[in-house]
Nanobody, 123 residues
Framework: VQLQASGGGLVQAGDSLRLSCTAS????????MGWFRQAPGKEREYVAS????????YYADSVKGRFTISRDNAKNTVYLQMNSLKPEDTAVYYC?????????????????WGKGTQVTVSS
């Protein structure tokens, strides 16, 4: 499966952004999906994940209550709604797919990765 993330940009603290990740290739609904991010000089970190139906989600503590992951299998797209953005949310955001379609654990091995989209939050 090929993944393409979009929707990043430059915003101010407190603003919102919605990232999208569109998949092509194999059946999108067969995968659990996740969002990850990598800030300059830091390791990539887990942000959120969702199972194949969208009925189960999981979040990193740092984004819980501010970010919402969702998916539309008819559109082969997973979203990350980011509210109340903080400067520490600045990073390149990546989407990824897990062929274990019920596995939303943060440490799961992801099978496919998309190119990232830059999110910059100014103070």
């Amino acid at each position: 499966v090929q993944l393409q993330a979009s929707g990043g940009g430059l915003v101010q603290a407190g603003d919102s952004l919605r990232l999208s990740c569109t998949a092509s290739g194999r059946t999108f609904s067969s995968y659990a999906m996740g969002w990850f991010r990598q800030a300059p000089g830091k390791e990539r970190e887990y942000v959120a994940s969702i199972n194949w139906t969208g009925g189960r989600t999981y979040y990193a503590d740092s984004v819980k209550g501010r970010f919402t992951i969702s998916r539309d299998n008819a559109k082969n797209t997973v979203y990350l709604q980011m509210n109340s953005l903080k400067p520490e949310d600045t990073a390149v955001y990546y989407c990824a797919a897990d062929s274990d379609f019920e596995d939303i654990a943060p440490g799961s091995r992801m099978d496919f990765w998309g190119k990232g989209t830059q999110v910059t939050v100014s103070s």
